[in-house]
């Protein structure tokens, strides 16, 4: 069965930097469209970045120009820079292993990214 595993969060202060993994053992990342999405309690999940087979990127207009995704062969990464308050949440990557990512059917476990003013 897939398994998706992110790392890299934590606590930062506003202004600082993240760098989220995801690990996805036994597939080529590449071959699919891949996102990094988040939640805060009470909302509904946001999605943050998604990148594509061939390469393309889309960002959420809240994150545009400070975050940016990319990939190796069996991980994602999402880098993000210039982190806000509002930018605190639990970050999961997902997918649904097909070239796009409408409703991801496979979620990691999550990590708590942490930003203080």
């Known amino acids: 069965q897939m398994q998706l595993t992110e790392s890299g969060g934590g606590s930062a202060q506003a202004g600082g930097s993240l760098k989220l993994s995801c690990a996805v053992p036994?597939?080529?990342?590449?071959?699919?469209?891949m996102g990094w999405f988040r939640q805060t309690p009470g909302k509904e999940r946001e999605e943050v970045a998604l990148?594509?087979?061939?390469?393309d990127t889309h960002y959420a207009d809240s994150v545009k120009g400070r975050f940016t995704i990319s990939r190796d062969t069996t991980k994602i990464y999402l880098l993000m820079n210039n982190l806000k308050p509002e930018d605190t949440a639990m970050y999961y990557c997902?997918?649904?292993?097909?070239?796009?990512?409408?409703?991801?059917?496979?979620w990691g476990q999550g990590t708590q990214v942490t930003v203080s003013s």
């Open positions: 036994g597939y080529t990342v590449s071959d699919y469209c």
């Open positions: 997902a997918t649904r292993l097909a070239l796009t990512c409408d409703r991801p059917s496979f």
């Open positions: 990148i594509y087979r061939y390469g």
